[in-house]
C-alpha cells in the first residue's frame, strides 16, 4: 500500500519548484495549444510573435513579447512556425547559440525538400541545439485531451425490395452500407486510446479525405432514397419538406463550399494564409527593429 502511494506522489507535480520558462515561437493553433497545455503542467511560458499586442485566445498566464525578447528569457524554445518562415532565425544566431530548439513542424508531403525541417533549422543557426518533438501530435489532441465527442448514427429504415426500381434499392443499401462504415471508422479513430497510437499523417487523413468521403457517401445514400419524390407535389404535406429533405440543406452547402474551394486559385491562397502569410505584415517592420536593437 505504501509502494502504491510513493509511486501515486512521484508522478503528481512537484509545484513547490519553480519550472524553467519555456518560450514558444508562434501564436498558431499549435502553439497556443502546447502553451496551455504547459502552464497546466506548471511551466511558465512567454510567446514570440510578430506581433506583441496580447489576444484573447493566447493563455492568460502567458507573456507575448518580440521574438529577441522572448528568446532571451528561456533555454528552450519551440518552434511553432512553418518552415518558410524560419528565415528570421539568422538575425537571432547570437541570442538562440547554446539554447534548445524544438522543431514540432510537418512538411505537407513526403520528400517535399531535400533536408528534413529539422535539419535545416540547424543549418540556419549553427551555434544552437535542434531537437524534434511533438511534430505526431495535432492541435486538436492537445485542446481535447482525455475528453473526446463520440460518434453516433441513426438507424436508417429502409422499404422492401421493389424490382421496378431495383437499381435505386441497391445503391441507396450500398451507400448506406459504405457510409455507415466509414462512420464507424471516423468514430473509432476518434477515441483517445485510437488516435494516440497514429502518427498525424494518417490522423489527417482519416479526418480530413475519409471524412469527407464519408459525408458525399452518406449525402448520396439521402438522395438516392429521395428519388423521384423530390419532384411529387404529393410528397410536401402542408407545403412542407420532409425531414430528408431538410437534413440535405447543411451536408449539400458544405459540399458545394468545399468543391469550390479545391480550385487552385482559392485553394493555394488560403493554404498561405492557414501558414502564417500576411497581406500588410504592418508589424514586420517593428519587430526587425527591436531584433536589430537589441543585437547592437
Known amino acids: ?57 493566447i493563455p492568460k498566464d502567458a507573456e507575448v513579447l518580440s521574438h529577441a525578447e522572448a528568446a532571451q528569457k528561456a533555454a528552450i524554445i519551440i518552434i511553432a512556425i512553418q518552415r518558410q518562415h524560419y528565415n528570421f532565425l539568422t538575425s537571432l544566431a547570437e541570442i538562440l547559440h547554446g539554447k534548445v530548439l524544438v522543431d514540432v513542424s510537418n512538411n505537407l508531403k513526403i520528400n517535399q525538400y531535400p533536408e528534413s525541417n529539422a535539419e535545416y533549422l540547424a543549418q540556419l543557426v549553427p551555434g544552437a541545439k ?25 438507424n436508417n429504415k429502409t422499404e422492401p425490395l421493389n424490382n421496378t426500381y431495383a437499381w435505386l434499392s441497391d445503391s441507396y443499401l450500398a451507400l448506406g452500407i459504405l457510409g455507415f462504415f466509414l462512420f464507424v471508422l471516423l468514430g473509432i479513430t476518434s477515441l483517445p486510446s485510437v488516435s494516440n497510437n497514429v502518427n498525424w499523417r494518417e490522423f489527417r487523413f482519416v479526418q480530413s479525405k475519409l471524412g469527407y468521403l464519408t459525408l458525399i457517401l452518406c449525402t448520396a445514400h439521402t438522395l438516392v432514397y429521395g428519388g423521384n419524390r423530390f419532384l411529387s407535389p404529393s410528397s410536401y404535406r402542408w407545403y412542407l419538406p420532409n425531414a430528408y429533405m431538410v437534413s440535405l440543406i447543411v451536408p449539400c452547402i458544405v459540399l458545394v463550399v468545399k468543391f469550390v474551394l479545391i480550385f487552385p486559385c482559392l485553394d493555394k491562397p488560403l493554404t498561405r494564409i492557414r501558414q502564417g502569410w500576411e497581406r500588410n505584415p504592418q508589424y514586420s517592420e517593428q519587430s526587425n527593429y527591436i531584433i536589430n536593437k537589441s543585437a547592437v
Open 1 to 57: 500500500m505504501n509502494k502504491n502511494s510513493s509511486n501515486i506522489m512521484a508522478l503528481a507535480p512537484n509545484t513547490s519548484n519553480k519550472r524553467e520558462t519555456i518560450c514558444i515561437f508562434g501564436t498558431g493553433d499549435f502553439g497556443r495549444a502546447l502553451g496551455h497545455k504547459m502552464i497546466q503542467s506548471g511551466y511558465p511560458v512567454v510567446f514570440g510573435s510578430r506581433s506583441t499586442q496580447k489576444s484573447s485566445l
Open 130 to 154: 535542434v531537437v524534434k518533438a511533438f511534430n505526431t501530435v495535432s492541435a486538436w489532441a492537445l485542446q481535447s485531451g482525455t475528453l473526446d465527442a463520440s460518434r453516433q448514427a441513426l
